[in-house]
């Protein structure tokens, strides 16, 4: 008897399948952190979008886990947990805080048992 393999289509370099790459551009058309207004111009990195993995684990690839957000944000974010970062400077100084993130960021951040990973 033959074995049936799934296929998954990996759509980029980070290893986001396609159906989930798909879902979080339609979904994140800005920041999800600061709401920055994401734009197809190469002149700023302000307003370029990137790929976010919300809670640092690679294999979360999971539309709950997704996200995009500014090169901005990501950098500052880094591999820190969304909690500590958002006690940051960096987060104080643009006004980003529990309630101005986007609902996907707000799901994660109701639970402990991801945020605290």
Sequence with gaps: MPSHRTIVYMSNRWGIP???E????QRDTKC???GVEFSAEK???RNKSSWEHMV????????DNIA???MSCNA??????????????????????????????KNIISKPCLVLK
Aim: with cysteine; proline share 2%.
């Design 18 to 20: 396609a159906e989930v």
């Design 22 to 25: 798909k879902v979080v551009r």
């Design 32 to 34: 999800v952190y600061c």
């Design 43 to 45: 002149n700023s990195r």
């Design 56 to 63: 640092n684990d690679i294999r979360l690839n999971e539309v």
């Design 68 to 70: 995009l957000c500014c």
């Design 76 to 105: 500052s974010k880094g591999s820190k947990l969304i909690k500590d970062w958002l006690l940051s400077s960096y987060c104080i100084e643009k006004g980003i805080t529990p309630a101005t993130v986007a609902q996907v960021v």
